[in-house]
C-alpha cells in the first residue's frame, strides 16, 4: 500500500465541493443498501491457517465471534486456494451473523509489477471477478460487497469507464452487491469523487493520523464544505523542476515589543528518508527564518517558535509567508503540508491561519494550496458512506505513527475511529491485520474496545 493525492489547482476551488446551495437542504443519498453498511464494525486479512496452508474457517469464526465484528474482510492473495476457502467460510460465517467482503489486489500488487502472487484463480482480471463474486453472493447472502486494494495508485487501470462496466456485470447478476476501492486519506479529494462517486458504493479510507482527517474526509463525501484548508500539497506522479513553489503571504504591522516571535503548528505526512526535496519555509519579507527538510520526522502536529526579532525590528509592517518549494525536481513524491495556530508576538496578523482565504497565494508549478480560495457551501448532493481502517498490526502502525507500535497506542488509535464512528463521521471501522491468534497481546484491548462501541455496547454509533 502506498498514499498518492491527487489535486486541482487553487484556481478550480480545490476545498470546496460544490457551488455555493443551501446547507441545510437533505442528502441525496446514493443508496448503497443500509443494511451493508449498518453497524458496521470490520477486520481484515491476517488469517489463522491450517499446517497444509489452507485457511482454518472454524478457529477465524470463533474468534470473529468473540471479537464481536459485524463483518470481515476476506483477502483473496496469500495463496491460491484463498477462493475455494472462501465458499468454505461463507456459511459458517453467516451462521455467525457475520457478512463478508471480498477483497483483491490491482496491478501493482501483482505480477509483473510487484512479486508472484495474484488474487487466484482469475488474477487481474477484475470484470470477471466482478461476475463470480454477484454469483457466489447469491449463494451465500452474508457476501454483500467487494473491494480492490491500492485503487488510487492503479486508477489509469480502473477508470471511471472500466468501473462502470463491473458495476453493470454485478448488478445484473446481485443488485444488491456492494463496491467499495481502498484508498488512503491523502487521496479523498473533490477530483476522486467527481471522477468515482456514480461507480462506487462506498469507500474504505486508510490510515487516519487524527480526528481531523476523519472530519475532513466526511465532509468531502457528504458534500459538506470543509473546516480548514490551511494546506498545501504536492500530487504523486508528477514531475517538478527545482524552484517549483507555492507560497501562502499576508502583511502585518511591526508593534512595540522587546521581542518578535511567530508560532504555529505544522505537519506533514511523509514520514520516510527521502531527503533533499521538499522544503517547508516561513518568510519574512522574503527573507527564509524557519526551514525544514519535508523528509522524516512523525506524521503528527509539531509546535514551531521562531524569533523574528533581528528580522523586524525598525519596520512598520513585514509581510509574513509559508512555502512549500522543491530544492530538487521530483518525479514520483506526493505530499500534503497543513498549518494551524499561527500567533505572532508583537506582530498584528492581517489574518489567520482559521481563514485561509484571506491569504494571497502563488505558485509555480503542479504545487497546489487551498490558501486564498473562498470556500464554497456544499449542496449535500451525495452520501458517499466511508469505513475507517486503522493499522492494527504493529508493522504497519509502526510505519504509520512511528514507535512505539504497542498494543496500548494500537488501541487508542482505534478508539479515533470508533469515536467518530459514534458521531457519524464515518460508516464503520475496520482493523487492518489484526493479530488473531491465542497468543496475540493486540486482540484483548481491541475486543474491549470492540465491545465498548459495538451495536450492544453504551458508546455505540448515532442514528443519523
Known amino acids: 500500500m502506498r498514499t498518492i493525492a491527487r489535486w486541482f489547482c487553487a484556481s478550480t476551488l480545490l476545498w470546496a465541493v460544490g457551488a455555493a446551495a443551501q446547507a441545510q437542504s437533505k442528502p441525496s443519498v446514493q443508496s448503497p443498501g443500509t443494511d451493508t453498511f449498518h453497524r458496521h464494525l470490520a477486520d481484515y486479512d491476517d488469517e489463522l491457517r491450517l499446517a497444509d496452508g489452507r485457511v482454518d474457517a472454524d478457529a477465524m469464526v470463533a474468534r ?41 489486489v490491482p496491478p501493482t500488487e501483482s505480477p509483473p509489477k510487484y512479486g508472484n502472487q495474484y488474487s487466484e484463480p482469475f488474477r487481474l482480471d477484475h470484470l470477471r471477478w466482478a461476475e463470480e463474486i454477484a ?15 491500492d485503487f488510487y495508485a492503479n486508477h489509469e487501470f480502473f477508470t471511471p469507464a472500466y468501473l462502470h462496466k463491473a458495476q453493470e456485470r454485478t448488478r445484473q447478476i446481485n443488485p444488491k452487491l456492494r463496491f467499495l476501492p481502498l484508498m488512503y486519506f491523502n487521496e479523498i479529494g473533490p477530483k476522486f469523487v467527481e471522477d468515482y462517486r456514480s461507480v462506487i458504493d462506498g469507500v474504505v479510507v486508510a490510515y487516519l493520523q487524527d480526528r481531523d ?23 504523486w ?58 523528509a522524516g520526522g512523525p506524521a503528527t502536529w509539531q ?9 523586524v525590528r525598525g519596520k512598520a509592517n513585514v509581510n509574513v509567508a509559508f512555502r512549500l518549494v522543491d530544492k530538487k525536481g521530483v518525479s514520483n513524491f506526493g505530499v500534503q503540508w497543513r498549518l494551524s495556530g499561527l500567533r505572532a508576538e508583537g506582530l498584528q496578523m492581517a489574518a489567520d491561519l482559521a481563514r485561509p482565504q484571506d491569504w494571497k497565494a502563488t505558485c509555480q508549478g503542479a504545487f497546489v494550496t487551498g490558501f486564498g480560495v473562498v470556500p464554497a457551501a456544499g449542496q449535500r448532493r451525495f452520501h458517499i458512506p466511508f469505513i475507517s481502517m486503522t493499522a492494527a498490526n504493529a508493522e504497519e502502525f509502526r ?62 454509533p448515532r442514528t443519523r
Open 237 to 294: 506522479d508528477t514531475p517538478s523542476h527545482a524552484g517549483d513553489f507555492v507560497m501562502a503571504s499576508q502583511s502585518a504591522k511591526v508593534l512595540p515589543a522587546d521581542k518578535y516571535e511567530v508560532r504555529f503548528r505544522e505537519r506533514d505526512d511523509f514520514t520516510a528518508a527521502t531527503d533533499g526535496y521538499h522544503f517547508k519555509q516561513l518568510l519574512l519579507d522574503d527573507a527564509v527564518v524557519w526551514e525544514a527538510d519535508l
Open 399 to 460: 510505519l504509520r505513527h512511528g514507535d512505539p507500535a504497542t498494543p496500548k497506542r494500537i488501541a487508542e488509535q482505534l478508539r479515533i475511529s470508533l469515536q467518530a464512528w459514534r458521531d457519524g463521521k464515518c460508516d464503520g471501522v475496520v482493523t487492518y491485520c489484526l493479530d488473531k491468534r491465542p497468543q496475540s497481546q493486540t486482540f484483548p484491548g481491541v475486543k474491549r474496545l470492540f465491545g465498548e462501541f459495538g451495536p450492544q455496547g453504551p458508546q455505540g
Open 64 to 104: 470473529l465471534k468473540e471479537l464481536g465484528v459485524t463483518t470481515y474482510y476476506w483477502l483473496i492473495w496469500h495463496a491460491p486456494t484463498d477462493w475455494d476457502d472462501l465458499k468454505l467460510f461463507l456459511p459458517k460465517a453467516r451462521q455467525a451473523g457475520i457478512q463478508v467482503w471480498a477483497y483483491l
Open 135 to 149: 454469483r457466489l453472493s447469491l449463494q451465500h447472502p452474508n457476501l454483500t460487497a467487494w473491494v480492490i486494494d
Open 303 to 311: 509546535e514551531v517558535s521562531v524569533d523574528v526579532t533581528r528580522q
Open 213 to 235: 482527517e476523519i472530519d475532513r474526509t466526511w465532509a468531502i463525501l457528504n458534500d459538506e464544505p470543509i473546516a480548514s484548508a490551511s494546506e498545501m500539497a504536492y500530487p
